[in-house]
């Protein structure tokens, strides 16, 4: 089984639709991240947790809100969603100890659209 | 700001051959990871390999090797003896020190052709 889930995979939804994307993680790590892919930009941050007290907005939060149910999942949101949000999106988790090489583990990505 | 970047969008390499992709990077920490990731077709994101800062030693996996020249801010992968499973997407990324907070910058990416 994957270690970092999500789901949808791939999903098509309507300008000024509500609409979640969730992550869920079995390698018991605290940190989780949500990433937007575009073409050409590489990966962005939207949001990050460190723990399921401690949320934290990324580099482009606007129009995004998250949720940590649990150290588990890890759950995006796009309250009212718009044409320019359409893209592919990641979510990684990773192993933080002490000392430790952080590495982040990604999910195998859900694909967006907007129309 | 921390910024990554990959001034290759894409580049090929004949099977079998050697094939370095460029990475550079500016921050003014000191302590600091850098990391090799690759996207195949699949979208899944696979760590290559990582490189701590404060470690002069290049870090090697297999075929996998980089060449880390701090001064320059420069972290280089070369592969090696090039398969037909090594094309993908391939992304450079930083990432602080724990203590100061830790979040990944990615560059946008270098497209990587296998050609048989």
């Known amino acids: 089984d994957a270690d970092v889930t999500q789901t949808p995979r791939n999903r098509i939804t309507k300008t000024g639709k509500r609409i979640m994307l969730e992550c869920s993680q079995t390698?018991?790590?605290?940190?989780m991240y949500w990433y937007r892919q575009d073409p050409g930009l590489g990966l962005r941050l939207i949001y990050y947790s460190f723990d399921v007290k401690d949320i934290n907005k990324g580099e482009i939060s606007d129009g995004y809100s998250v949720s940590r149910q649990a150290q588990a999942k890890f759950s995006l949101s796009l309250e009212s969603a718009i044409p320019n949000q359409t893209a592919l999106y990641f979510c990684?988790?990773?192993?933080?100890?002490?000392?430790?090489?952080?590495?982040?583990?990604f999910g195998p990505g859900t694909r967006l659209l907007v129309l | 700001a921390q910024t990554v970047t990959q001034s290759q969008p894409e580049m090929s390499v004949q099977e079998a051959e050697t094939v370095t992709l460029s990475c550079t990077y500016d921050t003014s920490e000191s302590d600091y990871y850098l990391f090799w990731y690759k996207q195949p077709p699949s979208r899944q994101m696979i760590l290559v390999i990582r490189q701590e800062a404060y470690k002069q030693q290049n870090a090697t996996e297999n075929r996998f090797s980089v060449n880390f020249q701090k001064a320059a801010k420069s972290f280089s992968l070369k592969i090696s003896d090039s398969q037909l499973g090594d094309a993908a997407m391939y992304f450079c990324a930083y990432s602080l020190d724990f203590n100061t907070g830790n979040q990944f910058y990615f560059g946008t990416g270098t497209s990587l052709t296998v050609i048989p």
């Open positions: 990684a988790t990773s192993d933080w100890t002490a000392g430790s090489q952080e590495t982040q583990y």
């Open positions: 390698k018991g790590h605290d940190r």
